[in-house]
């Protein structure tokens, strides 16, 4: 419906911005979860990896092989989803989340 239910982040180390987007949406989806497993929808500004869940990429890198299969895998629990991509400036709250759980790591 809209509203927020839970926003978090972890901090990652080191990784391409690629895998932090897999392993951003693999959190997301472990956090889905744990709300049941029906209908879900995933908005991503990462354009490659909505296009490699659409089917109309492969996935060639080794070290996003095991990331994209987790997340299918994932996926695959609910009972239907979309992946969306949207731009940048319209996921300001997933730059958020990133920034604070990278500023607490810090800390």
């Given at each position: 419906?809209?509203?927020?239910?839970?926003?978090?982040?972890?901090?990652?180390?080191?990784?391409?911005?690629?895998?932090?987007?897999?392993?951003?949406?693999?959190?997301?989806?472990?956090?889905?979860g744990e709300f049941?497993?029906?209908?879900?929808?995933?908005?991503?500004?990462?354009?490659?990896?909505?296009?490699?869940?659409?089917?109309?990429?492969?996935?060639?890198?080794?070290?996003?092989?095991?990331?994209?299969?987790?997340?299918?895998?994932?996926?695959?629990?609910?009972?239907?989803?979309?992946?969306?991509?949207?731009?940048?400036?319209?996921?300001k709250r997933a730059?958020?989340?990133?920034?604070?759980?990278?500023?607490?790591?810090?800390?």
């Amino acid at each position: 419906q809209g509203n927020e239910l839970l926003g978090t982040g972890k901090y990652l180390g080191q990784c391409t911005n690629n895998e932090a987007e897999y392993r951003a949406l693999l959190l997301g989806l472990t956090k889905c979860g744990e709300f049941g497993s029906g209908r879900i929808k995933v908005h991503l500004d990462s354009e490659l990896i909505v296009k490699q869940i659409r089917g109309a990429y492969k996935v060639k890198h080794p070290n996003l092989k095991p990331l994209f299969q987790e997340a299918m895998q994932k996926l695959s629990g609910f009972a239907s989803f979309s992946v969306t991509h949207v731009r940048r400036e319209k996921n300001k709250r997933a730059d958020q989340l990133a920034n604070q759980a990278i500023d607490n790591r810090e800390k």
